[in-house]
């Protein structure tokens, strides 16, 4: 189906301004344009969230006093030819308003008494009297029925406008702005003049480290995003034989079904790997075999219809029991988890969860023989990075890697407070054509992800419902595989 009506030649009609429209007929298109009952929602109720969303917008406000903030939600990508990628709106914009629809531009403006005034700038309704409803691909006969501004304003509890009139009332605006870059290059043209890189850059810094600290709101979210990621984890337990018949791409599939019915998608791309690929960190092709004896690395988060997402690893046996030496790399792993989240409580560096870990895994690494002591000097020089290969965790949120524009001392040389969200997910990988290792390492990778909340008093792991213990997870395979 093209996304242009079709006239009587067969050929897609394309939208023409004066309502005149090859292969329409007068009547068809006076036709189209009546009949048609009034469907207003005059009885919705804000969302749950709109009290946070105010909070948020007033943190900001008072951040930039007397200037004019613009927070653009972006536009849809081509995909190819007449086709565009599932469209996600900017965590900023949603953050701050909680509404997600493309081409959404919130603009705080200055007030002269102080503070800012909101606005919503959005789509309105389609038009049937011009035959934009359903000529246009836009049109809400093609994609859907859109919230109409009054609509929007009861559910975001801000006014809302026509953003087809805000490029020229933005091109005529004078005072101070500041605008949100990257998303919407309509919107960054018409302030191309008034705008500098620099102020822009402290804009997109406050909004990525307001979120570090989230609020309760936010909290719900992540844990019914980890809630659904573990049905997904028991989903693809369930269905091994399949994936063993198939490839990665059938666990892939099923974690995907999860994230479809019950949030709004995967939070990234979910990295199923299976034997050697487990060491290819960011394994996403999912193309390759699933074998009996192998161990299965499951990364992968369900993100919920609020965007945020959460960030779980299991590494599984695929044929539900340890091998010894897949066992012995994986307690080891466990083990500088463990390390890892004891280290997590408010007050704490942020760096001490990593370092923590990171101890653990270069002690075993001597021990083993693999790298030479003492364990002093192999963290000094990083010699264990040969194989623990990654950071020991990240922020987590509206985004995977979450708060990425925060300055250094607010994150990695910061502190951690009650309210983050952070990933503790230690890893070793044995790479398969790595010679200074013996054999039996060889192709092993183990990676154990888990998102951990800071609290008043220490930490709460939110994804603990998925067993990490080396026992733990064969016996609830068992079950699982039993079912
Ligand atoms: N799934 C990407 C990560 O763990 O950071
Ligand atoms: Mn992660
Ligand atoms: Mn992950």
Redesign the pocket.
Known sequence: MESDAEGESGKPVKQRKNGLYPGVSDELAESMKSGWADTELRDLAPIAQAAETAARRAALSERFPGERLVVPAGNLKTRSNDTEYPFRASVEYAYLTGNQTEDGVLVLEPRVSGGHTATIYLLPRSDRENGEFWLSGQGELWVGRRHSLGEAERLYGVPASDVRRLPDALREATGPVRVVRGYDAGIEAALTDKVTAERDEELRVFLSEQRLVKDDFEIGELQKAVDSTVRGFEDVVRVLDKAEATSERYIEGTFFLRARVEGNDVG?GS?CASGAHACTL?WVRNDGPVRSGDLLLL?A?VETHTYYTA?V?RTLPVNGRFSAIQRKIYDAVYDAQEAGIAAVRPGAKYRDFHDASQRVLAERLVEWGLVEGPVERVLELGLQRRWTLHGTG?MLGMD??DCAAARTESYVDGVLEPGMCL?V?PGLYFQADDLTVPEEYRGIGVRI?DDVLVTGEGNRNLSAALPREGAAVEAWMAGLLRG
């Open positions: 990234y990295i960011h990364d988060g960030d690893t990240h995977v890697h990933t997910e992800e």
